[in-house]
């Protein structure tokens, strides 16, 4: 990444000026963002603590309700950057562009959360887990690889780069397909879940996953100029400054 220059981020450069990459329409998809997560999650902790649930608040481990009260502090947070933070300051645009990742990220993750407390409620926990976490690492796996490729590709060679693009995909999806079939042949074979809706959504979940994290990548993108390139920025240095 040291030589990549600002000049093979000529595209990333207008989506930050006027595009999706902007201030204000990192603060609109913040909004939305926060609505899926807000569903997600109220779902999961509705079925924990509701005097209807098997399972209830007390009976949560330390690490789930941990990761409940972290959601509400994240929350709270995703709440100020989407009302208090404008994005006209240097330092602003900087964090809603880190910010916009981070909350990419927990995005994919919150229908993994909702589909642990339905496992619980079940009674599939157990055997649910271990899945539901392999399939997420293999996730980020896919995402980090990508995200690799495409720095990568910058200062490759286009011509050579798009020959090998196509042929790269389909060894990469290969063994993800080989993967996906196995585990849900393995998991009706044995009936491990008990209920085809928890496969259902399992299977759901990690697609959404994938495609928000391979998404990502255009908003890691974003984040890496306006850190690394003050021209990027929403009040870079002037030319003149520059040149004394």
């Not at 996730?139 to 060679?157: E, P, V």
């Not at 790269?168 to 491990?192: A, H, R, W």
């Amino acid at each position: 990444m040291a030589q990549l220059t600002e000049q093979d981020f000529l595209d990333v450069k207008d989506e930050i000026k006027d595009g999706r990459l902007s201030p204000d329409s990192i603060r609109f998809y913040l909004g939305v963002f926060m609505f899926f997560s807000a569903l997600m999650v109220g779902i999961a902790f509705a079925v924990a603590a509701s005097s209807s649930s098997v399972i209830g608040w007390e009976n949560l481990s330390v690490f789930w309700q941990s990761v409940f009260w972290l959601q509400a502090i994240l929350f709270i947070f995703q709440i100020v950057l989407i009302f208090l933070v404008r994005g006209k300051s240097n330092w602003e645009q900087i964090l809603l562009n880190i910010s916009f990742v981070l909350y990419t990220y927990k995005m994919a993750l919150d229908p993994f959360v909702l589909l642990m407390m339905f496992a619980k409620n079940d009674g599939v926990y157990e055997k649910l887990y271990p899945l539901a976490l392999g399939l997420a690492i293999i996730g980020f796996i896919i995402h980090f690889y990508f995200l690799r490729r495409a720095f990568r590709g910058l200062k490759a060679n286009r011509d050579k780069h798009n020959e090998r693009k196509s042929a790269s995909s389909l060894y990469m999806s290969i063994p993800i397909i080989f993967l996906l079939v196995s585990v849900t042949g393995y998991i009706i074979k044995n009936d491990l879940l008990g209920s085809n809706d928890n496969l259902f959504f399992l299977i759901v979940a990690f697609i959404l996953l994938v495609a928000l994290l391979l998404g990502a990548i255009d908003f890691v993108k974003g984040a890496y100029c306006v850190i690394r390139f003050p021209s990027f920025r929403v009040n870079p240095p002037s030319t003149k400054n520059e040149n004394v």
